[in-house]
């Protein structure tokens, strides 16, 4: 059927619209652009070379001629095996009259000698399958010349070291702000500071003291401004604080008769030597301050100058008549006073205590506050899932075709558990981190089939291979998770595309998660995230604890990192 039969058919339709017709028009408007699509669309494929040696690149093109409201799809992902993609180059677009003549390139290479053949590709045009022809490549292994090179051993693993980060910047803060602590608290509690002059006179001896009291009084200005009453006031409570510290523990707070009456029986029990003279002058002077003080009486100052000279007297006396201290004595004062020093550094070590703690409780409600109590309680005392979240992460990939993916430790490659009797079928690449039986795990699957897999109950309409049914391979998983004493599982489907663009299915739920201890399990969350090409099956396997916020961010972050094909230039 030629262009012009075609043309005349459809305007035969145009110009005799019927309504009795209109799903034959529909029918033959189909069959019209198929016919077409065949008539006018032309693929072509080659490659640069036939030949090439290991691991070097052999550039495949697919050029495609068709009309410009034609929409063309070439294939993607790893479809070339037994050879692999390593890039995939954008379209070239030239136009030629009415048409677009489309070239699209991408990168292969293999790492084993030997001949192989590159596998037909799928080229969609307009919903219509096209089939490109295989094409034989060998690929030649690398002759050395060891006679003009020579052989040296394999060199040694070397290890990198790891990303210092940002830990020393907190480590430094942490240290300024206990140096700053504890150099406040030296100052103002440990510190031995210098005595003000208060201190100074409370540490003289007794007598001392009242000698000292004695002169600061002649310079009060008492006497100058006729002020009787607080002259005299200070001037017996300085003997009577004298004698309070030596004499008699109640001076201070006796009346005048009972401290006299005290002193004589004092005198007469022969525990001082102080003649009655000395106490009768101390009881006149007494007596007049307390006329002074409750009877307003005014004696002249040469009388109170005299008063003063004969308690300067007096003290002298009740120094010479007090005994001399015992050794016992001596002992019992030395104890007191080490006593009283265990009582002060007693004091400061429950203050700084009582700082210390306080500081760290309202350092911990201020960060609390901020940040919440969950996470100021797991940064002091540690958190596994916090570690994760916030250590170093590495972005890698894993199996061939590759699964790109961020994860907070690297996935180490694991012993796939493949029955003999499928080791001819199939190749799996598994790579993980953690266990079930943990706080959290991360399976990276990668099965290659070398023959064809459960497939699809839709067949392609070019006949060609049919694609790996998804939602088996999960029911797959499911079984394998049971089989290690997952219980309960109730799960969730939906389709799912990765940030760069994969098509695949998201599972997503909860389970009962065995603990170690039989018997006993725990509420655990899962995630499968499914993928397919042409004999090839890629899953990622997420396990973990169903209170763990920590852990569902780690999986967020996961999940928005992966990609599983080549980023096009």
């Known amino acids: 059927m ?86 995939s180059y954008t379209i070239d677009t030239t136009k030629k009259d009415a048409k677009y003549n489309l070239i699209k390139k991408y990168g292969l290479t293999q790492f084993d000698s ?77 510190r031995k500071k210098p005595l ?38 200070e001037l017996t409570f300085i003997i009577r604080k004298y004698l309070d510290e030596k004499v008699y523990d109640r001076a201070l707070e006796s009346t005048t008769d009972e401290l006299v009456s005290r002193l004589n029986l004092l005198k ?111 940064t002091i005392l540690g958190h596994e899932s916090k570690e994760l979240l916030e250590g170093d992460w590495v972005n890698s990939e894993y199996g061939i075709p590759p699964i790109t993916i961020s994860t907070p430790k690297v996935l180490k490659r694991m012993e796939a558990p493949i029955p003999d009797d499928m080791k001819d079928k199939i190749n799996m690449s598994l790579f993980g981190y953690g266990t079930l039986l943990g706080k959290f795990n991360v399976i ?7 023959q064809q897999p459960q497939q699809q109950e839709n067949q392609g309409e070019d006949g060609g291979s049919k694609t790996i049914d998804l939602n088996k391979a999960i029911d797959g998983s499911i079984q394998t998770l049971e089989q290690q004493g997952v219980k309960n599982i109730i799960l969730t489907r939906e389709k799912f595309k990765t940030p760069n663009g994969a098509e695949g299915i998201k599972t997503i739920g909860t389970a009962d998660v065995p603990t170690g201890t039989e018997g006993k399990t725990e509420k655990g969350k899962l995630t499968f995230l499914s993928f397919s090409s042409e004999n090839v099956l890629q899953q990622i396997v997420i396990t973990w604890k169903d209170d763990d916020t920590y852990a569902d961010q780690i999986v967020e972050r996961m999940i928005n990192s992966l990609e599983l094909k080549p980023k096009e230039e």
Request: hydrophobic letters at 40%.
């Open 2 to 87: 030629t262009h012009n039969e075609l043309n005349n058919m459809k305007n035969r339709l145009r110009f005799k619209p019927r309504p009795s017709s209109v799903l034959a028009t529909i029918v033959f408007s189909i069959l019209f652009s198929l016919v077409s699509t065949q008539l006018t669309a032309q693929v072509k494929t080659s490659i640069d070379s036939t030949s090439v040696k290991i691991g070097e690149q052999i550039t495949y093109k697919i050029e495609v001629e068709v009309d410009t409201t034609s929409f063309v799809v070439f294939p993607e992902g790893q479809t070339f095996l037994p050879l692999e993609m390593i890039e």
């Open 114 to 190: 030997g001949t192989y053949t590159i596998p037909k590709q799928k080229v969609i045009i307009d919903n219509k399958p096209f089939l490109t022809d295989s094409l034989l490549v060998e690929i030649k292994n690398i002759v050395v010349d060891t006679t003009k090179q020579g052989l040296y051993d394999i060199k040694p693993i070397i290890a990198v070291e790891k990303s210092t980060g940002n830990w020393w910047k907190y480590l430094l803060l942490t240290l300024l702000i206990i140096g700053l602590a504890a150099f406040l608290l030296y100052w103002f509690i440990w």
């Open 196 to 233: 003000t002059e208060e201190e100074e006179i409370a540490l003289l001896p007794p007598y001392d003291r009242a000698k000292l009291a004695l002169q600061k009084l002649d310079n009060s200005g008492y006497l100058e401004n006729e002020e009787m009453k607080e002259y005299y006031s």
């Open 268 to 378: 007469e029990g022969n525990q001082i030597e102080l003649s009655k003279e000395d106490i009768r002058n101390i009881e006149t002077i007494l007596k007049r301050a307390d006329l002074v003080k409750f009877a307003k009486s005014e004696p002249d100052i040469a009388l109170a100058e005299i008063d003063r000279k004969t308690i300067d007297l007096e003290i002298d006396q009740v120094k010479e008549a007090l005994p001399e201290p015992t050794e016992e004595e001596k002992l019992l004062d030395q104890q007191y006073k080490e006593e009283q020093a265990r009582k002060r550094k007693r004091k400061k070590i429950i203050l700084t205590v009582g700082i210390v703690i306080f500081l760290m409780i309202a350092s911990f409600i201020g960060y609390g506050i901020k940040n919440g109590f969950s996470y100021a309680k797991d």
């Open 444 to 450: 990276a699957a990668t099965t290659t089939f070398k």
